[in-house]
């Protein structure tokens, strides 16, 4: 019963398969192995974009921070949702790789940004001088923070704004392939054909040890990049062994089915949750994270029974009188089990 | 006979095997993993620092880079040699991680820094005011960027130095192994009884995918660490296959082995060379990398039977006059077979 | 009619007359001139502060980025108001200088910053991680960009909170002077006494050419401010031209003399604005500068008779219905006539 | 008798007349004021160069840094001489600026830098990788550190040289001025049409109390410079008081005579150096500053008879057995007396 983060979950067999293959012999380094030339064609042809950049690091992070600094200039703002990733959970890594640019919240519900709050606030950045920080670009995360999704039709409306104003797109998608299955697009039209300039796309939250790919759908920028990856420590020597994971990844769908798999169990969390007096969700479910309020009574048989997961917003202390609520973060992974979220919920139920 | 690097090098079964382990089930996030607590308490005890911070990160750069960022102001000097790392092939990360400090290259043979010269800049810029960059750390590298190696007792002369004016050591220890079985003494010689800081401790080149220890011997600054790694890119959220791959190095000393066997094929390669007519060393082999010259045609011979290797100086052109001769780079790793280390000598000799 | 901005003003004649003075002969350079001795004395005795650091710079910019970060770490949070200068007109200078610490608006009622809202911001700051922005330090303006004044008791209630989480606190005091008199206290209630560790005092919105004093009130940050001023270039080979100003302006108490002539002028404009029909203060005057809401009539009447000033928040078309209103700022400066404001006030009621 | 440098001089007559004239009544701020414009035109029509961005600031260390961060990226090299004042005396400004760019020393004789150097090294660095930090820009300085000077062709050659690896060059003219009028050709001549693209136009060693002027010749960076000098705090609301210094010193010639007047007073004592039993000079005289050794017998005489100037390399004990010798920088200003010259001579001749 671990519903604290998709990164808590392991890697599937053929991914460690893959590992064990790619370490046959020895490899040409840096990415000049040809193992990413395979992922590299893979994600053109998926996202239709036979001209895009494709980058491999490590982390979600180094992604995110990597893309920004590749498109956003130190004195310009990055406009972003008040919760999104990298405002509140990268300790200022999109500040140090762009050199100062300011991340500038825009509200919204539901952990979107709201087109007309974005419009307004690149209305009035239009007409600034050279005492103000310039508009440098939009970044938009799906599955949203809140666990909630963007259909490509709003992304497209934040975009055609953000493009108005020459500004380009950034999409955090840490957890796209939660989004994308449960909107059931293609990659193109969640992405560039939505105007998204540049995508970080989550493998890690989806079943790999620490591989996400940067795609560059304008590959002006991508030399850029590469000369930014490597300065910040995020160019791999044995770089097969992020090929590998991503094209396992790739392969036969994978990437689909392990997110199918984290949204179903998230259904079921989501179906169960419905079932328990007193709990609502905070938000519609968009993929593979629900955001709850519980009574405390049962978030104690909860925790009395080993589930795990965190209060959110974070630091709610755990005890708390019973006739109060708490709010809660579920996320299930690819490896969520039907049974864990079963017994979950009959523990929240008080019937175990 | 693949001598490009030790970074083309695979992975041996324990790492594998300690993966598939490592991937049961569910682990906690961002190096709360039961076995990073294994790995820190294994390198403490093996580098006798009860005390040492310990992390863990993916790249050379990376460690390196944070490593001085964390030990020295962007107003400061750090002083390395003219080929080391650091200054040569790292893109700037260390300028970019430390905020702008200057990296100053210290002369000196064989690829180690002259402690007169050493003790003459620091004389010099003991004195300066506030114009001038102001001294900051020393940066030393073991083995040495031109594969020979300080022994304790020359990193302890250029570590009283520093400690005379007050700085901060590092030992950029990408193959830290390879020198530490070569020289035959303990890791706290090597490194804190000797004068250093901070250590980045050299998994990836020696068997690992990808991982890199820092241990920092004064904790007082581990905390700053911790943030600019996290602000970096560089904290993993599935840290558990850091940890996994670090633990299953450290354990049976699998590491020293590793890099026992890798100076092995290279004292083979040695007196191999010794015996290919017109062929001499560039510098003392200190471990498991070579730096040789080699007659042209012995050269093409060697490139005809699909050796593979650099030249170094790089960019020097692959063919050339017959009676020329080319400067190579040979690096053996723990994979490296004797076989295929006497096909290439006999390449060379044009005995094939 | 000149209601811009107190930059608009000039600088009176001591301050000339200083400047002829010091240009005798030949100076030492960089701050060591005799005069600077004089300013730091000086500085120290008003501010009852004789460890105080004391340096001087060219615009308020520099000297908040130069405090800024002498004492917050990149990865770090500076406190402010929505509106302070640091966060809305500086180009993103504090992000620049600090290398990438993050500005947090903490809200409040006219321009000041509220004690409850940065308690609640400070107590949430407290419980994070390493993921998140850490707790930096508090900047406070006095006058605030909104014309209002703190008391030091309001100062002093802040800095508690600040020193409670071990924070320091600056104070942009672009206005100081105009404050200070205003509230009829000494300089170090108004700074060190009520909590303040490093104060940037405006010398060039009060009478001088462009020059700020930077008074560290704790000097160990001292050397840092010196290496962080020359890396910013900001460190005058000319200083002396610098320091005279400054030295005449704190002669004979002339710098209180001026913002008591502003503070007047300002006072004889919102008496006059009560006279005319349709308009309001938007906060209460706390020393030389007001915003206030005219009717366009109005506007347009004083606009044609030649007065000058910026509607705000800017923006806003100068021209619109008769029926509207719109925002303004009126800045009086040491130099604004009485007759000025009187013609203004005239226009404004239509009776010109 | 001082010697020590330009920048103890003060400012003529002129300059202290446009500043009084300047402070009359109220003047737009950040530039937008009457006189910038006919800076702007004036120094346009100087050197021949109609669409030149032009703008001022305050320090020759912003001039610069300024400068090299419009046209260098973060990741690149800067080429200089090892004594270039960028890489010697602004304490890593350069690096702050330009975000943590390398500044890359190339040899050449008496402070120049040498053609051949730079080739070998432009063409090391056009074959470099990813790893490698990239080619950026080269920044000469006329006068050089060492007071030779470049003739237009020698710069041409240099410049000829970037422009074929695509870099973009800079001149650090902190005493252009200087050259110019020793080299009587016209500033086209010394900086555009020998392929200067971005001019430090120094006048503060020159008669100014603090403004330097930087020419951008191809005015497409223009707005990234405004931006960068903001964000620096280097734009001055009172920036009349820049522009009237600015003004009065291109007016009538100002700037040319006083260049004229410090090298004949440098010219008097290099002649007067030369009836000095056991001097030399170092370098060639290429304007107003001279690098000499003297016997330790002469400069203990000029010093008892209170002449002041640096040992150079700076650090040398001023003290010393009378039969060595000691090296001295000698830097003559605008309002250098030749009385003053020949006492000084006389003093180190003993005939005093």
């Known amino acids: 019963m671990i519903f604290t983060s998709d990164n808590a979950s392991g890697v599937p067999a053929p991914v460690l398969a893959a590992l064990t293959r790619a370490n046959e012999g020895f490899a040409p380094s840096y990415g000049a192995d040809p193992l990413m030339d395979q992922v590299r064609a893979h ?22 921070a990597l893309a920004l600094a590749t498109h956003c200039p130190p004195w310009a703002a990055v406009y972003c949702t008040p919760i999104a990733h990298i405002e509140e959970d990268e300790c200022g890594a999109p500040e140090f790789y762009t050199g100062g640019a300011k991340l500038v919240p825009i509200a919204g519900a539901d952990g979107k940004m709201d087109p007309q709050a974005l419009a307004a606030r690149l209305e009035t950045a239009a007409a600034v001088g050279v005492h103000n920080v310039q508009k440098g670009m939009v970044s938009l995360t799906n599955l949203t923070e809140a666990g909630t999704r963007y259909a490509p039709a709003e992304i497209a409306a934040l975009s055609a704004l953000a493009r108005a104003h020459g500004l380009p797109v950034h999409l955090d998608g840490a957890r796209f392939a939660n989004a994308l299955v449960a909107e059931g697009c293609t990659p193109a039209k969640m992405t560039w054909r939505a105007g998204v300039d540049v995508l970080s796309l989550g493998g890690t939250k989806n079943g790999l040890m620490g591989v996400e790919a940067v795609v560059i759908f304008d590959p002006a920028q991508a030399w850029e990049f590469e000369l930014r990856r ?95 609520e708490i709010g809660v973060r579920l996320v299930a992974s690819w490896c969520t089990q039907a049974e864990d979220v079963d017994r979950f919920i009959t523990a929240l139920r008080g019937e175990g």
């Open 230 to 324: 490597k300065r910040g420590g995020h160019l791999f020597s044995k770089h097969r062994y992020l090929s590998a994971q991503m094209a396992a990844w790739l392969e036969d769908d994978l990437w689909r089915d392990l997110a199918r798999r984290a949204n179903a169990a998230a259904e079921r969390l989501e179906a169960g949750l419905a079932t328990v007096p007193g709990t609502r969700l905070a938000h519609p479910r968009g993929g593979n994270m629900l955001f709850a309020t519980l009574p405390r009574a049962a978030h104690a048989r909860a925790r009395a029974a080993g589930a795990q997961y965190y209060p959110w917003p974070p630091h709610q202390p755990d005890d708390g009188p019973e006739e109060e």
């Open 43 to 64: 994600i053109r042809a998926l996202f239709e974009a036979p001209e895009a950049a494709v980058y491999l690091v490590a982390t979600g992070t180094a992604a995110n």
